[in-house]
């Protein structure tokens, strides 16, 4: 017969080889598939001025594209047959010194549809390797790497017509609606400045739009204190490592997790929209429960101006789909 300690001692062992090994599977998924499983995220929100048409916003986000990564490349690739009227670029598109002409040819077709783009930490600054635990426990630690070469982003997609809206106002026209639109530059790096912008937003505009790339509390207060009827913003990769049913545990920001990722209301009337984005750092290249997304927006008018979330009260669930 064998001893009490020994079998004791052969069920903790046996306990601690299959936590060991459900952790392995699990960092092989995030790792593997989850991070390859692109998907497009279709969500209707109710902002436009009463009486507008509608439009379709095609929000991209956290490209961090390294040369190599020919998938999601080919992924993008295919988002124009969405056929947006308008796309939204809210930033961090490089990981890599030379991954500009991969960002541009993957955009290739919807650079010729309008489009709109403020730039994030990870276009100024390539990534820097660190701990995986800052993730969570200290996520928003700023780490910059080498500079990147986001002029000659810029400069390419400026030259096919998208707007640069870094501290920018502009009033455009996107199928007969005319939206006023203002940027600020990227707040995660403190380069934002709002009071370059700031002023009520055009009554007379179909949609007011601010963009930032982090959705930071101090910007999101100031647009909405302008009246802004909609903001979007990407950075927090829709939290990368999510728990199920709970969600999303950090926004690397002072955003509240709970709106890690889609829309919700920012104060009396104004919403939010935030991308979980497409990409990673290289060097935390994992993601879990928070699949890597593109969103298409279809913005239709408010009874009330702005305000109303339609199906979301507080944080509602987007009808997804995938492609
Ligand atoms: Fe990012």
Redesign the pocket.
């Known amino acids: 017969m064998l001893a009490r300690s020994t079998v004791l001692k052969d069920s903790a062992t046996l306990a601690g080889s299959l936590a060991a090994g459900s952790l392995a599977a699990g960092v092989a998924y995030a790792t593997l598939i989850e991070r390859n499983a692109f998907v497009v995220r279709e969500t209707t929100m109710p902002v436009l001025t009463p009486g507008s048409s509608p439009l379709r916003v095609l929000h991209l986000?956290?490209f961090?594209m390294t040369p190599g990564q020919h998938r999601k490349q080919a992924w993008i690739r295919e988002l124009a047959g969405w056929e947006p009227d308008l796309v939204i670029n809210t930033g961090?598109n490089l990981a890599h010194p030379k991954a500009v002409p991969s960002v541009v040819q993957a955009l290739s077709d919807l650079l010729a549809v309008p489009g709109l783009f403020v730039f994030?930490s990870?276009d100024y600054f390539g990534p820097q390797p660190k701990n995986p635990t800052n993730y969570i426990f200290r996520p928003s630690r700023r780490i910059t790497g080498e500079p990147l070469p986001w002029q000659d982003l810029r400069a390419a997609f400026t030259e096919r017509g998208w707007l640069d809206m870094t501290h920018m106002r502009r009033e455009i026209e996107v199928k007969g609606q005319l939206i006023a639109v203002a940027g600020v530059d990227d707040p995660h790096l403190s380069r934002d400045r709002y009071e370059t912008i700031a002023g009520p937003a055009s009554p007379a505009a179909n949609l007011t739009l601010g963009l930032t790339h982090a959705p930071y509390t101090r910007v999101l207060d100031r647009f909405a204190a302008d009246g802004y009827q909609l903001v979007l913003a990407?950075?927090t990769?829709g939290g990368q490592l999510c728990l199920p049913f709970k969600g999303a545990l950090v926004t690397n920001c002072d955003l509240d997790p709970s709106r890690a990722k889609g829309p919700s209301r920012w104060g009396a009337t104004m919403q939010l929209h935030v991308s979980a984005?497409l990409?990673t750092?290289p060097y935390a290249p994992y993601r879990f429960c928070c699949r890597p997304e593109a969103t298409l927006l279809t913005l239709v008018a408010s009874p009330t101006g702005g305000g109303a979330l339609g199906s979301r009260a507080g944080m509602s669930r987007p009808a997804v789909s995938a492609r």
């Open positions: 986000s956290d961090h961090d994030g990870n990407g950075h990769h984005g990409g750092s």
